[in-house]
């Protein structure tokens, strides 16, 4: 559908524009600006505030001052953005406004813009200017409809019903958003304390991008965040995209894809420390996973990065474990490889950012790494204390002892040999790295097995680590085992170079050991179909036999051993052989 545009003038400036456009929409796509107030874009305007108006001519003599926000453009119309006549209404304008408000900071600075020094009636001490963009949000965007204009005349004011608390109200703070001098401010019922196990609940924005390295590298909707989801309402994200991609209704769907070869790397599960009853952790309000102080190191985190305990303080003393769930014969007896490094890493974040006094508790200093021993140098002398021995258990500190820390951490210094007890405001644990839950029957669908431990098992530790006994399937990162950032990287990088050597050499070279059947004695029993761990055997219906595929049979074996009539046999490790070899070594 064609639309129909107006020739139109802005400060001299010609433009085509669509018809019944609104003159502010017109300023903005030349980069002019418009002071207001009560404008959003994605509801209907109101002229509430008054002060985007403009002088409208129509090049004969007529001219009107007009609200830039809500008068439709038409052809021929000429408009001044800063004629004296303007300049003079919007200082009326903004004057009367501040008589009933108070000068918030946008107030002071449209005040500042316009030259107005002292209003000429005074100002108020009210923050609400009327302007309704709350009101017109929760109703227009939103859908909730939870807030409106009540009373007249001088006691005119936004409100709930009855001012009483309203189920419609869903608690988005899109209100207070929009509020453009802050009158609404979105808080709970009673004060709260910074809850550090609330910290990696998850975005409360309705959209974002799960992590600068996400594949796809784009923007999920949550719908348990999304005002969409929750009324019906707002969809202004859909109205901005300007590709079209936001669809509402789209729902998770299973693909069948045929692949040529696979790249294991599901990842990893850090250690739940719950379990370690001795150390508090969910008990005691400052003792912390390893997590959940990344995520207060986080700039954009919950804490603007500070470090905090839940009182909102900066701590004076914060003790550090290594090892929590690794090197453990109660939970993994592996070292997860990480927790040395990013436990050091944690101790210069504290020195840097606060003046606590930090002790890291560790079993060995396994600093291994290119420039590791070289960073375990600089914490020692930015004045860390290490004590070497796992902690035995964390206590409330007694009363004659709380100045010092609130928390009592009971430990051996191996080095000195001595019990020690170190009072401390937080504990942080550094956490294993354990495979994934899923990890085994993940496992099961590729016929890849898992160690004892979890984590999947390569082809050969030395010669193959990043195959596995499934042709064309191979892993990458931590799914295999716990390793550090480099390694995961490199071994992604040798896992996609096998991969596509395997897609581009075109020709595959088979073993030559493998099961064959004969199909003479095959009596369709099915018995191997089932037992094939590779899945290498198929049944032909049409002859009632077996019939295995060679590329895919590992000549394990078990279909040899499993056949009741001896129909299927091993090349190169037939029973004739194994009994020649035999009969060799005895004699």
């Given at each position: 559908?064609?639309?129909?545009?107006?020739?139109?003038?802005?400060?001299?400036?010609?433009?085509?524009?669509?018809?019944?456009?609104?003159?502010?929409?017109?300023?903005e796509s030349i980069g002019i600006s418009i002071p207001t107030l009560c404008y959003y874009p994605h509801m209907t305007p109101y002229a509430a505030c008054r002060i985007c108006c403009v002088e409208a001519r129509d090049g004969k003599g007529w001219s009107?001052?007009?609200?830039?926000?809500?008068?439709?453009?038409?052809e021929g119309l000429e408009v001044y953005t800063y004629t004296p006549r303007v300049?003079?209404?919007?200082?009326?304008?903004?004057?009367?406004?501040?008589?009933?408000?108070?000068?918030?900071?946008?107030?002071?600075?449209?005040?500042e813009e316009f030259g107005i020094e002292k209003p000429r009636w005074?100002?108020?001490?009210?923050?609400?200017?009327?302007?309704?963009l709350c009101v017109r949000v929760c109703d227009e965007v939103v859908g909730a409809h939870a807030l409106s204009f009540v009373n007249r005349g001088f006691e005119r004011d936004?409100?709930?019903?009855?001012?009483?608390?309203?189920?419609?109200?869903?608690?988005?703070?899109?209100?207070?958003?929009?509020?453009?001098?802050?009158?609404?401010?979105?808080?709970?019922?009673?004060?709260?304390?910074?809850?550090?196990?609330?910290?990696?609940?998850?975005?409360n924005a309705a959209i974002t991008i799960p992590t600068r390295q996400a594949v796809p590298n784009v923007p999920r909707i949550h719908r348990d965040n999304c005002i969409h989801f929750k009324t019906?309402?707002?969809?202004?994200?859909?109205?901005?995209?300007?590709?079209?991609?936001?669809?509402?209704?789209?729902?998770?769907?299973?693909?069948?894809?045929?692949?040529?070869?696979?790249?294991m790397a599901t990842g990893f599960n850090s250690f739940d420390p719950t379990p370690l009853k001795q150390y508090g952790y969910g008990k005691y309000p400052n003792v912390i996973s390893a997590e959940e102080f990344e995520q207060m190191n986080n700039a954009a985190g919950p804490t603007g990065g500070k470090i905090l305990m839940e009182n909102g303080e900066e701590p004076k003393t914060i003790a550090i474990f290594h090892c929590v769930g690794s090197r453990d014969k109660n939970y993994h007896e592996y070292c997860s490889r990480v927790c040395c490094m990013y436990a050091l890493k944690f101790s210069h974040l504290v020195v840097e950012k606060t003046d606590a006094e930090v002790y890291q508790l560790y079993i060995d200093m396994r600093t291994y790494g290119k420039g590791y021993e070289e960073f375990y140098q600089r914490i020692l002398d930015e004045g860390v204390n290490v004590i070497r021995g796992k902690a035995a258990e964390i206590?409330?500190?007694?009363?004659?002892?709380?100045?010092?820390?609130?928390?009592?951490?009971?430990?051996?210094?191996?080095?000195i040999g001595k019990f020690r007890e170190i009072p401390v405001d937080m504990v942080v644990l550094c956490t294993a790295l354990e495979s994934q839950k899923e990890a085994k029957e993940t496992g099961r669908i590729f016929n890849i097995s898992t160690g004892a431990d979890g984590w999947y098992i390569e082809a050969h530790p030395k010669l193959a680590p990043v195959s596995t006994t499934t042709d064309g399937v191979f892993l990458a990162g931590a799914c295999q085992g716990a390793k550090d950032i480099p390694d995961s990287v490199a071994q992604g990088g040798a896992a996609a170079t096998q991969a596509l050597k395997l897609l581009s050499q075109g020709e595959i070279f088979m073993d030559a050991a493998y099961a064959e059947i004969d199909e003479k004695y095959c009596s369709g029993c099915k018995i191997c179909n089932d037992l094939c761990p590779y899945t290498a055997i198929d049944f032909d219906d049409e002859n009632n036999v077996s019939v295995i595929n060679s590329a895919l049979c590992k000549a394990c074996g078990t279909c040899v051993a499993a056949c009741p009539v001896g129909a299927i046999t091993a090349r190169h490790f037939t029973d004739d052989q194994i009994y020649a070899q035999i009969e060799g070594i005895l004699s």
């Amino acid at each position: 559908m064609k639309v129909e545009k107006v020739k139109i003038k802005i400060d001299g400036t010609p433009l085509e524009v669509e018809k019944d456009s609104y003159i502010l929409q017109a300023a903005e796509s030349i980069g002019i600006s418009i002071p207001t107030l009560c404008y959003y874009p994605h509801m209907t305007p109101y002229a509430a505030c008054r002060i985007c108006c403009v002088e409208a001519r129509d090049g004969k003599g007529w001219s009107k001052i007009v609200t830039a926000c809500n008068y439709p453009v038409w052809e021929g119309l000429e408009v001044y953005t800063y004629t004296p006549r303007v300049v003079n209404a919007r200082r009326t304008n903004l004057q009367m406004l501040m008589r009933s408000c108070s000068p918030s900071p946008i107030l002071r600075k449209l005040a500042e813009e316009f030259g107005i020094e002292k209003p000429r009636w005074g100002t108020g001490d009210y923050t609400c200017i009327l302007c309704g963009l709350c009101v017109r949000v929760c109703d227009e965007v939103v859908g909730a409809h939870a807030l409106s204009f009540v009373n007249r005349g001088f006691e005119r004011d936004v409100a709930t019903p009855f001012n009483l608390e309203t189920e419609s109200c869903i608690l988005c703070g899109a209100c207070a958003k929009i509020c453009p001098t802050d009158h609404i401010k979105m808080e709970d019922i009673e004060e709260r304390v910074l809850s550090h196990r609330e910290l990696n609940l998850g975005p409360n924005a309705a959209i974002t991008i799960p992590t600068r390295q996400a594949v796809p590298n784009v923007p999920r909707i949550h719908r348990d965040n999304c005002i969409h989801f929750k009324t019906g309402g707002c969809m202004v994200c859909a109205d901005v995209c300007e590709k079209d991609c936001i669809n509402f209704n789209d729902t998770d769907k299973v693909e069948e894809l045929d692949v040529g070869a696979i790249i294991m790397a599901t990842g990893f599960n850090s250690f739940d420390p719950t379990p370690l009853k001795q150390y508090g952790y969910g008990k005691y309000p400052n003792v912390i996973s390893a997590e959940e102080f990344e995520q207060m190191n986080n700039a954009a985190g919950p804490t603007g990065g500070k470090i905090l305990m839940e009182n909102g303080e900066e701590p004076k003393t914060i003790a550090i474990f290594h090892c929590v769930g690794s090197r453990d014969k109660n939970y993994h007896e592996y070292c997860s490889r990480v927790c040395c490094m990013y436990a050091l890493k944690f101790s210069h974040l504290v020195v840097e950012k606060t003046d606590a006094e930090v002790y890291q508790l560790y079993i060995d200093m396994r600093t291994y790494g290119k420039g590791y021993e070289e960073f375990y140098q600089r914490i020692l002398d930015e004045g860390v204390n290490v004590i070497r021995g796992k902690a035995a258990e964390i206590i409330p500190a007694s009363k004659h002892r709380s100045k010092e820390g609130d928390l009592l951490v009971q430990c051996e210094d191996t080095l000195i040999g001595k019990f020690r007890e170190i009072p401390v405001d937080m504990v942080v644990l550094c956490t294993a790295l354990e495979s994934q839950k899923e990890a085994k029957e993940t496992g099961r669908i590729f016929n890849i097995s898992t160690g004892a431990d979890g984590w999947y098992i390569e082809a050969h530790p030395k010669l193959a680590p990043v195959s596995t006994t499934t042709d064309g399937v191979f892993l990458a990162g931590a799914c295999q085992g716990a390793k550090d950032i480099p390694d995961s990287v490199a071994q992604g990088g040798a896992a996609a170079t096998q991969a596509l050597k395997l897609l581009s050499q075109g020709e595959i070279f088979m073993d030559a050991a493998y099961a064959e059947i004969d199909e003479k004695y095959c009596s369709g029993c099915k018995i191997c179909n089932d037992l094939c761990p590779y899945t290498a055997i198929d049944f032909d219906d049409e002859n009632n036999v077996s019939v295995i595929n060679s590329a895919l049979c590992k000549a394990c074996g078990t279909c040899v051993a499993a056949c009741p009539v001896g129909a299927i046999t091993a090349r190169h490790f037939t029973d004739d052989q194994i009994y020649a070899q035999i009969e060799g070594i005895l004699s």
